[in-house]
């Protein structure tokens, strides 16, 4: 496999070497296509445990494409295709062994619209995927408090948890699917653009909610908005199309990123002056 | 240091509505109608227009000639607004004439007959021709629901299973089913029943409330798949994903996100689909007959249902016998209109319009 | 940079778990009995049709001829008459022409009214009212066609026999409204009547609810341009509406050509190609049907169903040229 020059300086060392047990998600020369349309090219990437990854780059690019790649929501396209690997904790998530419904336990999501579960309460929406994926669990209650108070949401709704999600505000729905995907305890929670369709308000609690959840869980999260990368994220990932497949520019912790980065690109991207 | 005044202040205002149209001027606008109504009424003596229909072309030629000539101080734009108006309102009006005039005849004839001996007794020892204070169509509405039950038994699960199939599983064969349901869904009634007589009725060798309620069925059946497709179709893709996202497989995913949240919406659909049916009369005089007596077998020859009762009726040809077809009619739209009125209920409290709210 | 080589696509594939596989085997086999319950239906009508199509041919649909001979009603041949000729001979043009004849009397009647009340509804009517109309007119399009044959019976013909006098008087040197005999109760015309009175709430309760859809903003920028109402329903409403009328029109036009016991009930049928429709002959195909199973032998009942096929065939190119209208002008939301 041809190694791309352009990876995180850790992952470039790792790669010389053998592939010890990689503690997090890593990506190895990831590409995606639907149909004959090569999407994305060539993508390698560590997410260490306990970090937030920052996908920035302008639209079309593939970063929405890559997340879900990371928890095989992509195949879901009927023609969608992918070559390279990517690795949960060493395994490919992609081998053919693999059951895609286990992974995507561990590599959670939380979606750019709002989609609580509409036939479903408050309380029922945290137990979904529990009750979905036939998880063996005593104490809902428990369970309930704790991933509400990790979205931030437990005291705004713990007097009416057998309202339905649909009353809630759009960010506080958006902050109900964050719990709904904390409840089966992943060790990854993938974000695409979580806050693109809220209010400024909203948009400060939820990147609160991250920066919390960051201290248990590996975190990836899109956005087109360069301040919340640079809140929230502890690492930076750069992607861009020159109108080909979208490829990955330049990675690095974020402060470097936004600083002082290695390619021209990235500092008028960080700057504003395109995108 | 405001220099906004009463800033942060409460100001008392009253409501108003400048664009309301005044009392007075409605109250004018009324007794205009009023007036018309009369002139309209003093045409049919006057002229060749005769009765309630002759009325209504009077009343509608002078509202016109009014927005035409007397508004004519208006500019075109506006003469030409006031006459679709009338022109509008009077196609409206029009369209719902006979439906109301269905709806007062039903009940002014049918209630004549109406005892509450009527929904109990069935007419083995009484002829059409009797007193309307003995028989009744006690066995009818048996013999309709039970056929109504059977149709609804046979479609829904196949109805809601080629849904589910269209919508989730998406085989290979999607397109083919689509595109048969479509077609069957313009089977003309009676061809349906033509079709249960030539292979269930013949190779049974009778008549029967069963063959009655498979004609019914092959008629529900597209109708059922068609809406529940549409129902299905309704959930937004977002919450699929969400539901494998959180790592459960497809089964699980349609029978408890999916499902669960359309379930007003197919009850709504299965209800519709009794309501349609109930009234179908061709396919049952193909198929089950006119039978006099309760029959609760469904393979025990002919068998009466609310339609074909009163069409008997109605073909007898005698003035009570005539009597009981309306009261009949009467019965029969009242169930109609039932199953129409649940599933309203239902429809209303369906859990998708909850979350997304359009206008009105 | 150096060049990247593109590898091979990894073989994608959504592979489903067992339980997920017995559950899309279920649902699979659920739509396949609909489908074949559905095809055997056809399949059925196409088969049982045979022997009359080739029998007769292309005569069947133009012949105006309908007459069963030799046979015991109950199945079996008549004693003695098993060597004789079959003289049968079984077609349904005037039937076919009849169908038309009344459905298109109803269109033309049905259609204006049901804009009219669709417009009503939807951008006259008081908003208090409107609640009240749309569920009036649900439940209208739900009332079983037999009540309709009833009241055109023993309420309408009244009626429509005066508009049929009037029409006869005024405009009887247009051929269409000559009759032989002033007889006009059980004539085309006031059946169509009847059928329009059928028909209007479905093709409104269409046509509303696609006028329902029409964008808020593009009617509030035709008003905020100074258009006036009939400008905004004109320029907007009906061009967004158009398909959708369309629909409903096609949806009626199939009712009206497949409906049964109210032309059963209001027509006398006459086996004679007829365009006169103030006179009191007529029918249709599937009245035609429900009149002449009880009685049929076995041959007549192959050329009823063959008369059905027909039918069938007609309400399905109706509905695809509907479809196909809807498909091509559908506007995208």
Known sequence: ?275 | MSTVANAGQLTTAEPRRPWAVSRSKRLLGFGRMLTFAVAAFVATILTPLANFDGWAVAFLLINLAWVIGIASKLGAKERRDAVLRVVITSLAVLAFVPWLSILVTVILKGYRAVYPGYFISDMRTSTPDDELNIGGAGHAIVGSLIMVAIATVVTLPLGILTGIYLTEVRGRLTFLVRFIVQSMAGVPSVVAGLFIFATVVKSMGQYSGLAGGLALAVLMLPTVSRTAEEVLKLVPDDIRSAGYALGARQWRTALLVVLPTVRAGLSTAAILGVARVIGETAPLLLTSLNTNGFVWNPIGGTVASLPTYIFAMFMYGTEYSNARAWTGSLVLLALVFFFFIIARRLGNKSALKANANRRK | ?333
């Open chain 3, 1 to 333: 940079m150096t060049i990247v080589e593109t590898p091979e696509p990894r073989q994608m594939m959504v592979v489903y778990s067992r339980a997920d596989r017995i559950f899309r085997r279920i649902v699979t086999g659920g739509a396949l009995t609909s489908l074949l319950l559905l095809g055997f239906i056809t399949a059925f009508l196409v088969m049982r049709s045979a022997e009359t199509f080739r029998q007769f041919g292309l005569d069947f649909i133009t012949g105006s001829e309908w007459f069963s001979a030799g046979e015991d009603p109950l199945g079996g041949a008549v004693e003695g008459a098993v060597e004789e000729v079959d003289e049968s001979v079984f077609s349904i043009g005037p039937m076919i022409v009849g169908s038309l004849v009344v459905a298109l009397i109803a269109m033309l009647i049905a259609l204006p009214l049901s804009i009219g009340g669709a417009l009503y509804i939807e951008f006259y009517a008081p908003r208090s009212i409107y609640r009240v109309l749309v569920s009036l007119l649900d439940l209208a399009a739900a009332i079983p066609s037999l009540i309709f044959g009833l009241w055109g019976i023993q309420v309408f013909t009244a009626i429509g026999v005066r508009w049929a006098t009037l029409l006869n008087d005024r405009l009887s040197f247009i051929p269409i409204f000559s009759v032989e005999f002033e007889n006009f109760g059980r004539s085309p015309f006031v059946a169509g009547c009847v059928l329009a009175a059928l028909v209007v709430p479905i093709t409104t309760s269409v046509s509303r609810e696609v006028y329902s859809r029409t964008p808020r903003d593009l009617i509030d920028t035709c008003f905020a341009l100074g258009g006036s109402k009939w400008g905004a329903i004109r320029s907007v409403v009906m061009p967004y509406g158009k398909s959708g009328v369309i629909a409903g029109a096609m949806l009626g036009l199939g009712r009206a050509l497949g409906e049964t016991v109210a032309i059963y009930l209001m027509l006398n049928l006459v086996f004679r190609y007829s365009f006169e429709i103030l006179d009191s002959a007529g029918g249709n195909v599937a009245s035609m049907i429900a009149l002449k199973f009880g009685e049929a032998t076995d041959k007549e009942i192959s050329a009823l169903i063959a008369s059905g096929l027909v039918l069938f065939i007609i309400t399905l190119i109706v509905n695809m040229i509907a479809s196909s209208i809807v498909a091509r002008t559908t506007p995208r939301a």
């Open chain 1, 1 to 275: 496999m041809t190694q791309t020059q352009i990876t995180t300086n850790q992952s470039a060392n790792q790669q010389n070497g053998e592939t010890s047990k990689f503690i997090g998600l890593e990506t190895q020369g990831v590409h995606a296509w639907f149909g004959k349309h090569h999407a994305l090219s060539n993508v390698s990437l560590r997410f260490p445990e306990r970090t937030v990854t920052g996908l920035i780059g302008p639209s079309g690019c593939g970063k929405s494409t890559f997340i879900r790649l990371l928890n095989r929501m992509h195949e879901f396209i009927p023609s969608a295709a992918m070559a390279g690997s990517v690795l949960l904790n060493g395994s490919d998530i992609y081998a053919p062994e693999e059951d895609p419904a286990m992974i995507r336990l561990k590599v959670g999501m939380v979606f750019q619209k709002p989609n609580p579960f509409p036939a479903m309460t408050i309380r029922e929406n945290v137990l979904a995927g529990i009750k979905l994926a036939h998880l063996k669990r005593s104490n809902h209650d428990e369970i309930v408090e704790q991933c509400l108070t990790r979205a931030g949401l437990w005291k705004e709704v713990k007097d009416r948890l057998q309202a339905s999600g649909g009353s809630l505000s759009g960010g506080q729905q958006q902050r109900l699917c964050i719990a709904r995907s904390l409840a089966v305890e992943p060790q990854v929670l993938l974000m695409d653009e979580p806050c693109s369709a809220l209010d400024p308000g909203s948009t400060l609690r939820i990147e609160e909610t991250i920066k919390e959840l960051a201290e248990k869980i590996t975190v990836i999260i899109v956005t087109h908005n360069m301040q919340q990368a640079s809140r929230v994220s502890d690492h930076c990932a750069f992607f861009l199309t020159d109108g080909g497949p979208g490829y990955l520019v330049e990675a690095d912790a974020t402060r470097k990123m936004f600083t002082n980065p290695t390619d021209s690109r990235t500092a008028d991207y960080v700057q504003g002056k395109f995108g």
